[in-house]
Antibody, heavy 121, light 110 residues
Framework: QVQLVESGGGVVQPGVSLRLSCAAS????????MHWVRQAPGKGLEWVAF????????YYAGSVKGRFIISRDISKNTLYLQMSSLRPEDTALYYC??????????????WGQGTLVTVSS | QSVLTQPPSVSAAPGQKVTISCSGS????????VSWYQHLPGTAPKLLIY???KRPSGIPDRFSGSKSGTSATLGITGLQTGDEADYYC???????????FGGGTTLTVL
């Protein structure tokens, strides 16, 4: 069965960097687009970033563009989110999600349990 | 403020029916497929409806979706206490070049 396991969250100070990982199993990782989605405390779901199955097309939410980088390692079946210049408003539970499709965003058919990032001085 | 507008909350009695609306525009719902997600905070969200009105395997037919123009609707019949959760619509927006979620609707089964 499909499994997505996020890791790398923690408590960090504003301005620093952090890298999240998502270990994928139970499906052909190289054949599907992948996303990061977050939920700040008391807020709704916010889409963060998408990477196409081959890594050749990437999209970001305006709130993270220029600060976050999504990437994937096919050999390790792992999705990453490199977060830089972190701000208190980046505090959230970060979910990794699998896209049903490969080249275009279609919908999120499987989600991980999330990893918590807290940005605070 | 999301580009997709959902009511903050809805409620109904067990066994009743409820609908949750998702209002957008031609840059999103009007031209792209809508999907719906059920979420209990702190847990993995679950896909309920994709491509406006299709249910993944394992989702009971109590859940339905529809789209008309630039709005979409999630319907839930035969409400159960286990349906209490937050519900989100989502779709692509070609002006933002981004996926967008609605603000979410909290369902209470009284």
């Amino acid at each position: 069965q499909v499994q997505l396991v996020e890791s790398g969250g923690g408590v960090v100070q504003p301005g620093v960097s952090l890298r999240l990982s998502c270990a994928a199993s139970g499906f052909t990782f190289s054949s599907h687009g992948m996303h990061w989605v977050r939920q700040a405390p008391g807020k709704g779901l916010e889409w963060v970033a998408f990477i196409r199955h081959d890594g050749n097309e990437i999209y970001y939410a305006g709130s993270v563009k220029g600060r976050f980088i999504i990437s994937r390692d096919i050999s390790k079946n792992t999705l990453y989110l490199q977060m830089s210049s972190l701000r208190p408003e980046d505090t959230a539970l970060y979910y990794c999600a699998k896209d049903f499709g490969s080249q275009y965003i279609s919908y999120f058919d499987y989600w991980g349990q999330g990893t918590l990032v807290t940005v605070s001085s | 403020q999301s580009v997709l507008t959902q009511p903050p909350s809805v409620s109904a009695a067990p066994g009743q029916k409820v609908t949750i609306s998702c209002s957008g525009s031609s840059s999103n719902i009007g031209n792209y497929y809508v999907s719906w997600y059920q979420h209990l905070p702190g847990t993995a969200p679950k896909l309920l409806i994709y491509d406006h009105d299709k249910r993944p395997s394992g989702i009971p037919d109590r859940f339905s979706g529809s789209k008309s123009g630039t709005s979409a609707t999630l319907g839930i019949t035969g409400l159960q206490t286990g349906d209490e959760a937050d519900y989100y619509c989502g779709t692509w927006d070609n002006i933002l070049s981004a996926w967008v979620f609605g603000g979410g609707t909290t369902l209470t089964v009284l």
